[in-house]
Nanobody, 124 residues
């Protein structure tokens, strides 16, 4: 079992930066792929980014060059750094874990564990 708790959401303006954190419990954290999936009208289950092991990262085209993902396995935490935020980035961001990693990092239905979500709102 893996439990995930997101934090760091907020209300921002276009162009701002924000870092989300996702703290995990469970001894299998190291073998999990970790992803972030925003949910809003029209963005249900849309893949944004994922990280496998400590350095294999993947990004949706819409966030390449703006978002970064990293993980600290010693702290059982994954981070999402969001730069140059846009109003269309507004969503509830969910952290998810695929344990063990299935290799299908961009498919939300492959993820076994989900956090409660954290709201990110970007105004123009």
């Amino acid at each position: 079992q893996v439990q995930l708790v997101e934090s760091g959401g907020g209300l921002l303006q276009a162009g701002d930066s924000l870092r989300l954190s996702c703290a995990a419990s469970g001894r299998t954290f190291g073998v999990c792929a970790l992803g972030w999936f925003p949910q809003s009208p029209g963005k249900d289950g849309e893949f944004v980014t994922a990280i496998i092991h400590t350095h294999f990262t993947y990004f949706a085209d819409s966030v390449k060059g703006r978002f970064a993902i990293s993980r600290d396995n010693a702290k059982n935490t994954v981070y999402l750094l969001m730069n140059s935020l846009k109003p269309e980035d507004t969503a509830v961001y969910y952290c998810a874990a695929d344990c063990p990693d299935s290799g299908l990092y961009n498919n939300s239905w492959m993820y076994d564990y989900w956090g409660q979500g954290t709201q990110v709102t970007v105004s123009s």
